[in-house]
């Protein structure tokens, strides 16, 4: 089992497209694969169709809530095969000030996924939709993540943004003893291959990273945006479009880069 954090603190990046899209993708291709909706806006969760209900997240079991359902029973399906999710609700946001004492408050995720690591062994990858901040609930999925996927936008702010996450690796590695911690990979999104600006950004990330950038890039794409707003992945809206063989693609890339 491989557990990735989704993340990048700057928003409008495509981070929920393609954590909601690469599981599908996973999926498709045979793999069992847990989403878990890490932010309060339930973004991922409506996404894959499956509605936010109150008392159906990790806020109970991040905050040790007396009574709160264990990870496993906070599972549920997805309208699609081997694909299953853990939905966020507005409650998340309160772990920012109920954890704020914590000394632990830094690991209490990756307890709770080490736990499940050792006793579901079926599910393949964990997924982690991480929020667009760096507050308590990102700093968590780091800490319990083996690696990150970075999706960064084709536009020219996002390059500082990419600094800081890469920076925030490095720092949580050091306070959460977490030292296996690896950058998966970063995602370029919303290309334009009409802007030179894309092409800019493009060179210049791999120019910095090298092969930690993936070949794939998604592309720019009005049914992307549509899809959610159907509840429904790319694949099951429009698995014939470009945004559905980019994810695919993706897919496989990812998986050809696991060995």
């Known amino acids: 089992m491989k557990i990735i954090a989704v993340a990048n603190q700057k928003g409008g990046v495509g981070k929920t497209t393609t954590t909601v899209n690469l599981a599908a993708c996973l999926a498709e291709a045979g793999r069992n694969v847990l989403v878990i909706d890490l932010d309060p806006q339930a973004n991922a969760s409506s996404s894959l169709g499956v509605p936010v209900v109150d008392g159906r997240s990790l806020f109970g079991i991040l905050t040790e809530e007396e009574g709160t359902r ?103 590695k050091q306070v959460s003893g977490n030292t296996s911690l690896a950058l998966e990979g970063v995602v370029l999104t919303m290309y334009d291959a009409r802007t030179n600006l894309s092409h800019e950004v493009v060179n210049s990330v791999r120019g910095h990273l090298g092969n930690k950038v993936f070949e794939t890039i998604i ?41």
């Not at 549920?76 to 999710?85: A, E, G, I, K």
């Not at 694949?235 to 945004?243: K, P």
């Open 70 to 172: 264990s990870l496993a029973e906070q599972i549920q399906p997805t309208p699609w095969d081997r694909l299953s999710v853990i939905t966020a609700e507005l409650d998340l946001a309160g772990c920012e000030i109920q954890l704020a004492a914590d000394a632990h408050r830094l690991t209490r995720l990756r307890r709770v996924l080490d736990n499940y690591r050792a006793s579901q062994p079926a599910t393949e990858f964990i997924l982690l939709d991480c929020p667009p901040s760096l507050g308590v609930l990102m700093t968590n999925a780091l800490a319990a993540a083996d690696s990150v996927l970075v999706p960064l936008q084709c536009e020219y702010l996002a390059l500082e943004g990419l600094a800081k996450i890469l920076e925030m690796i490095e720092r949580i």
């Open 219 to 259: 592309p720019r794409s009005v049914r992307l945006g549509e899809a959610p707003s159907h509840g429904k992945t790319i694949l099951a809206y429009d698995s014939s479009g470009a945004g559905a063989q980019s994810y695919r693609e993706l897919a496989r890339e990812f998986l050809n880069r696991q060995g």
